[in-house]
């Protein structure tokens, strides 16, 4: 099944980018895909530090609401 990530950067529920995000996903469950929406402004999401090392592990040496992310991203067939 094909699966869709729609980011909202918006900080506003309700908001005209969350509104229009709600109907590319309804578009894309219609064609029988899996859609989820993520609210980006109620993550806690720590900057890139430039800190050097490479992870050996996973994508990052912080560890932040992107481990929910990271997963979501590597399943997509498409981001929004």
């Known amino acids: 099944m094909s699966f869709l990530v729609a980011l909202n950067g918006s900080p506003r529920r309700g908001s005209s980018v969350e509104r229009l995000l709600d109907e590319v996903c309804a578009g894309f469950r219609e064609g029988g895909g ?3 929406q993520i ?3 109620e993550l806690w999401i720590k900057p890139c530090q430039s800190c050097g090392p490479a992870p050996t592990t996973g994508y990052c040496v912080f560890h932040d609401d992107m481990d929910l992310i990271y997963p979501k991203l590597e399943r997509a067939h498409a981001v929004v």
Do not use: F, G, R, S
Request: hydrophobic share 15%; proline share 0%.
């Open 39 to 41: 609210h980006c402004n």
């Open 34 to 36: 899996e859609a989820e």
